[in-house]
């Protein structure tokens, strides 16, 4: 990577405080550690792991929603803390994963697609909004709707429009499809893809459906609670997992053929427990080959071939 | 919770509303005492402070003695009893208004705050929102009209600093819903202000909510008018408020029963218009809600 990275997360760490009441305990949980990404000018980066990995801690420290406790974030070459909210607004911005909570239910699709103009002063404010309802596809007879008039299809591509309408250069996707029915699914992943190409957008895609990942990313990270396990380009990663908990997300994926039943997963029974002890490596209680060592020294990410991985037994 | 009142759904609303018999009832007998309130001087047949003592205590047109003149007859002082009664429609919305005003942007800012924000600043407004509940309203509500001593205004804001309590905990919880939703984390983003957040963005989602506790609270204010003029700490006399007659007629009970039942039947009929319409409102927007 030559040039300066579009999005460049530095050692991020980010440590919530939990209280039980007023004067009660408190207990540490990591939602994201010492976390390093870069994703180049009009690449796509893939974020997988499942529930509670750090995803959304991620996704809302990129925004400069939240603040993150150490590390550095850089977008195109600036810090983003460094950063006026009104560069930072026309350089990067999110569409959510949900299009029913992501509109505002009272306000019409026309304002609510104008609103991110009205903020930061934009002019031709109607051209605007027409030229964005077009570029997502969206009839101009909508403008008049209110979100609740609109399928789930129409509402994400309204939260695209809303997105794009200040032209950012960077797009923080926050499981955009996970909502949607399969049908629309594709069709807002075309719609993304398009998109991409025509703005030369870079992307950060945020998801736990692998399929989707596979099709839109150039690379993936996989994040086990808060901390990134592999990166790889994404087709060394999906034709060759390196980490065990990249091997077991991808045999989760169900198989197409019905005949052969559900995968076997091999991870145990135990769920993820962020408050668990953390002496060793964080995957160690659901790690399928597990060796004692595992248990008692942390993992370091190591550089391999394509990319890199959190784990001693990987090659 | 899906969805919250969308008014993509308004057309439908208004034709619910339009159908549910409470509302129709409700609103229709409240347009009708606000329009008597607003159009008083021209409905109330004599002036209401004007005292006659050759005429004192003419019982209403139903009885032997009533005199066409006074259709509801004449009180103590001879003063008309209709032209009263009109005119005291007027204190009671009007009271009921100011209070709601006060106590709503009281209440709603406070409920607002403390649910979007949340942390230890939710910590510090419920505590406020307990106290406040843990005041006796017309205990608190006497001893300030005995310091500040009794008159409308005073009565309007004693009671709009006290009853803002149940706006605060309804617009609290919803805010608290709200909050989360992605559609604000999406503002964030968007570098919007927390105000315009709170009351451009937030507020309109929970119209319906706040229209029937609104509706709750105006006949609270409404009866709590009346109670305190009656016990002689609220409007006072000569202005001819509801809850004044009805203390005024109190020496006459035995003789003439008229002088309570007139004024109390008005405040019964604009206490129930305003619960008819506000029931009907939770009944229209509430299945909406869940």
């Known amino acids: ?315 | 919770m899906a969805e919250r009142t969308s008014p993509a759904r308004r057309p439908r609303a208004l034709r619910r509303l339009c159908r549910n018999s409470g509302v129709l009832i409700g609103g229709g007998l409240l347009a009708l005492i606000v329009l008597i309130a607003l159009f008083a001087p021209l409905l109330a047949p004599h002036d209401p402070l004007a005292q006659d003592l050759t005429r004192r205590l003419l019982p209403p047109f139903w009885q032997e003695r009533s005199v066409p003149e006074h259709l509801l007859g004449t009180d103590h002082l001879g003063r008309d009893y209709l032209s009263r009664l009109i005119y005291g429609a007027r204190v009671s919305l009007g009271v009921g208004a100011g209070v709601i005003l006060v106590s709503g942007s009281i209440g709603i800012t406070l409920g607002l705050v403390a649910g979007y924000f949340g942390g230890w600043i939710d910590m510090v407004i419920s505590f406020i929102i307990t106290a406040r509940l843990s005041l006796p309203i017309v205990l608190v509500a006497l001893a300030a009209v005995a310091l500040g001593g009794a008159s409308l205004t005073t009565l309007v804001t004693v009671l709009g600093l006290l009853l803002w309590d149940r706006f605060a905990v309804v617009t609290r919880a919803a805010a608290q819903s709200l909050r989360h939703r992605e559609f604000i984390l999406g503002l964030r983003a968007l570098g919007a202000g927390k105000a315009r957040i709170l009351f451009l963005e937030i507020l309109p989602n929970m119209q319906a909510t706040i229209l029937v506790v609104l509706s709750l609270e105006v006949a609270n204010v409404i009866l709590l008018e009346a109670a305190l003029s009656f016990l002689g700490l609220g409007v006072r006399p000569p202005t001819p408020s509801w809850g004044l007659m009805i203390s005024e007629g109190r020496d006459n009970i035995l003789f003439d029963p008229w002088l309570i039942a007139l004024p109390g039947s008005a405040l019964c009929l604009l206490v129930l218009a305003v619960n008819l319409l506000g029931d009907g409102l939770r009944d229209v927007t509430g299945p909406v809600q869940r």
Do not use: W
């Not at chain 1, 909210?85 to 990067?92: F, N, S, Y």
């Open chain 1, 1 to 315: 990577m030559t040039a300066v990275p579009m999005i460049r997360l530095a050692g991020v760490s980010k440590t919530y405080r939990l209280r039980r009441g007023l004067f009660g305990p408190s207990q540490e949980l990591r939602a994201v550690h010492d976390l390093s990404l870069e994703v180049a000018r009009g690449e796509t980066l893939g974020l997988v792991g499942e529930s509670g990995c750090g995803k959304s801690t991620a996704v809302s420290i990129m925004l400069g929603l939240l603040a993150p406790d150490a590390g550095r974030v850089e977008i195109a070459g600036q810090a983003l803390d460094a950063m006026a909210e009104r560069d930072r607004v026309r350089l990067i911005q999110p569409v959510f994963q949900n299009p029913n909570a992501a509109l505002n239910p009272v306000k019409r699709i026309r304002s609510l697609i104008a609103q991110p103009l009205k903020l930061h002063g934009g002019s031709e404010i109607d051209r605007e909004v027409a030229r964005a309802m077009e570029m997502v596809g969206l009839p101009a007879r909508l403008a008049q709707a209110y979100p609740g008039e609109l399928s789930g299809g129409q509402r994400q591509r309204v939260a695209l429009a809303r997105a794009l309408v200040l032209k950012p250069a960077v797009l923080i996707c926050d499981e955009p499809t996970s909502a949607l029915d399969v049908s629309v699914q594709a069709q807002i992943i075309n719609l993304l893809l398009g998109l991409r190409r025509e703005l030369g957008l870079t992307m950060v895609f945020v998801s736990h459906n692998l399929a989707v990942v596979e099709h839109l990313a150039d690379r993936v990270a996989v994040m086990y609670l808060g901390e990134k396990v592999e990166e790889a380009t994404t087709d060394a990663l999906f034709r060759a997992p390196r980490h065990p908990y990249t091997q077991a997300l991808l045999a989760a994926t169900l198989p197409p053929d019905p005949g052969r039943g559900l995968p076997e997963l091999r991870l145990g029974k135990a769920a993820a427990d962020p408050f668990a002890l953390r002496g060793g490596c964080l995957f160690a209680p659901r790690c399928p080959v597990v060796e004692p060592i595992c248990r008692s020294q942390p993992q370091d990410l190591r550089r391999v071939a394509e990319g890199a991985v959190r784990c001693q037994r990987a090659g």
